[in-house]
C-alpha cells in the first residue's frame, strides 16, 4: 500500500522539477498550488490542522488580515483573494513538510533527503556553469524564472544556503564546508546576492556548537565581510553596485515622488509606508500574480514597490498587517515559548533576514528552499536531542 509519506516525496519533487524547468514560463509554478491543494484537503481528512502550535493564534490573524484587507479596504475583488491566498499559501507547506517529514521516523526523512540531495548537488553544478555564463553577459536582470531562465542566478542564493544547511547538519569535514562555502560565496557575488552573506553568517554561527574550529572561520568571516560592505566602493568599479545596494539597505534619504525614484529598499521600504500607511491599500493592489494586475501598479513611482516582503506586506495591509503577516509565519516557524534557544532565535531572525531583504513571500523558489532548510535544522536538532537521551 502507498503511504501518504511516499506520495508527498513525489510531490515534493515533482515542485523542484517545475523550478528547475520551468525556465522563463511562470505558469508552471501552479505544481507548486496543485502540491499545496492537495495536502490542504489530506491534512483536514487527517485531522492535522488541530495539532498545529499556535493554530488558533494563526487563524485569529488571518481572518482578522482578511476581513480588513480583502472583504474591506479590498472590495473582495478577485485580485485581492488571489493576492491573499498567494501570500500565505506557504503556511500550507511548512505544516506539511513538518507531519509528514520531520515528525517522523529517521527512515522516512533519508528517503526524502536521499532523493533531494543527489538531484540538488546535480543542479548545482549546472547552474555554477549558467551563473558565470550570466555573468560574463552583464545580465543582472531579477527575474522570478526557473533555474535555466533569464535572471535566475538571483534565486541561488536561498538554493545555497540549503546545501549549506545540509552540509553542516550532516556533519561535512570541516575542509568540505570551507570549500562549498567559498563556491557559495563565488557564486552569489556573481548573483550580486548581498542577503545570501548575511543569512550564511548567522547559518555558521548557529553550527559552531558543532564545529569548535568553525568559531575562528566565523571570526574571519565576519571581518571580512564588514570589511567588504564597508569598502567595496573603494575597491573598483567592480564593487560599485555592491556598496550602493548595502547603503541602499540601511541608510535612507528624503525621497521625492517621481518617475526616477530609488529603489533602494530602505527608500522604497519609506515609499510603500507612504501608500500603505496604517491600514494598506488592500491585498492585491500592487501585485502582479497568476497573469493579473492590481488596480495601483499603473499608478505607482516605482514598480518595485514589492521588492521585499516588509515593503510588499506594508503597501497592501498597512503596518498592521505587516506586523500580523510576519507574527503569523513566525508563531508558524518558531516554538515561542523556546524562543530563548539558540534554535529558535536563529530560524527566526533568519525569517526576519528573508522579510527583510527579499520577497520571499511572492516568489515560490525563495520559500521553498527556505523552507527546506529550516526542514534539515528541525530534523538535526530533533536526531541531537534524542542522541543525548539515549546517552542517558
Known sequence: MIKATDIYRVGLMMVLLAFVLSYNFHQLWLVYDLFIVIFLVKMFLDGVYAKVKNIKWIVSFLIFMLVVSVVGIGQSKIIGWLSFWDTFKHLLFIISLDYYVVVRETKVQKKLIDILVPVSAVLFVLQFVFVYVQHLQGRHVDDVAGTFGDGSSHSIAYFSLFLMV??????WAIWKIVLLAIVCSIMNYWSENIGFFLILLLIIYYYTSVYRQVRLIMIAASTLTVFFFLF????GDEFDEYQRRIQ?????????????????????TAYAFYEGGIWGKGAGYFSEIYSKSGYGVSKLYNNQINISEVSHLIAEYGVVGAILGFAVYILIFVDIRKILRRTEWVIAAFVLLTFLYNRIL?????IFFTVLSVMLIRIDQRNFFESKLKVR
Open 166 to 171: 545540509y552540509a553542516m547538519a550532516s556533519r
Open 232 to 235: 567595496s566602493g573603494d575597491l
Open 248 to 268: 541602499g539597505f540601511f541608510s535612507y534619504d528624503t525621497f521625492v515622488l517621481s518617475d526616477d525614484l530609488s529603489s533602494d529598499r530602505s527608500t522604497l
Open 362 to 366: 511572492m516568489d515560490e523558489r525563495i
